[in-house]
């Protein structure tokens, strides 16, 4: 199993950045694919996660708003908009996926099966 996430970079706050992140080595399109961020200093945080069919998306009270998230089952990808970028969102971002469905609430904020590397996002004020 590979996640691969790619897009990451410095760009300034107002800015926006698209990452990727390329899926293989399972079915990607019966999995939930979900995002999280960690910087320096502070816990883990889920930021988004999307279902198998793209057709429900979840959002941190953070980023809603601000940033999307996408997948194309075809390509194995999926994809994180993220527009407005302020310097609260500097963190390496990783990809996970998850088999099972995203269920009602906050659960879409755990029980991941696989996580990827992580890009690294810098925003500068």
Do not use: H
């Amino acid at each position: 199993v590979q996640l691969q996430a790619s897009g990451g970079g410095l760009v300034q706050a107002g800015g926006s950045l698209r990452l990727s992140c390329a899926a293989s080595g399972f079915t990607f399109s019966s999995y939930g694919m979900g995002w999280f961020r960690q910087a320096p200093g502070k816990e883990r945080e889920p930021v988004a996660a999307i279902d198998w069919s793209g057709s429900n998306t979840y959002y941190a009270d953070s980023v809603k708003g601000r940033f999307t998230l996408s997948r194309d089952n075809a390509k194995n990808t999926v994809y994180l908009q993220m527009n407005s970028l302020t310097p609260e969102d500097t963190a390496v971002y990783y990809c996970a996926a998850r088999r099972s469905g995203m269920g009602a609430g906050s659960s879409w904020k755990v029980r991941y099966d696989y996580r990827g590397q992580g890009t690294q996002v810098t925003v500068s004020s």
